[in-house]
């Protein structure tokens, strides 16, 4: 016996869901801005770009915002051709005092 799937579902299952790849996105984004290996923020980089342009092809967002997250994969993609410089190192912390008054 063969079952007719719901069309709407199909579709819902083909396509990522557009929050989770912002919220992903938005996460790879900080993690690049923070890493310090060099290595990473190139990976990092390369999966930014793929996400930034699953994003703005998605039918759920408006043409202004998908035309926008173009303009910032566009960004991206040029940072990873052209590479870029070891992040600064920003120390969250101050080191402890050897002696405590």
């Known amino acids: 016996m063969e079952t007719q799937g719901n069309e709407a579902t199909d579709i819902e299952m083909e396509l990522p869901c557009a929050e989770a790849l912002l919220a992903g996105t938005l996460a790879l984004m900080t993690g690049h801005a923070q890493a310090c290996c060099e290595n990473h923020r190139g990976l990092m980089n390369r999966k930014i770009v793929a996400q930034l342009g699953l994003l ?3 039918p ?3 043409p ?17 051709e052209r590479g870029h410089p070891p992040a ?8 402890s005092p050897g002696v405590v008054q």
């Not at 600064?88 to 080191?95: I, M, V, Y």
């Open 60 to 62: 759920v967002l408006s």
């Open 88 to 95: 600064p190192d920003t120390r969250l912390w101050h080191a």
């Open 64 to 80: 202004a915002f998908r035309t926008a997250l173009w303009n910032l994969r566009t960004h991206w993609q040029i940072l990873l």
């Open 56 to 58: 703005a092809e998605h």
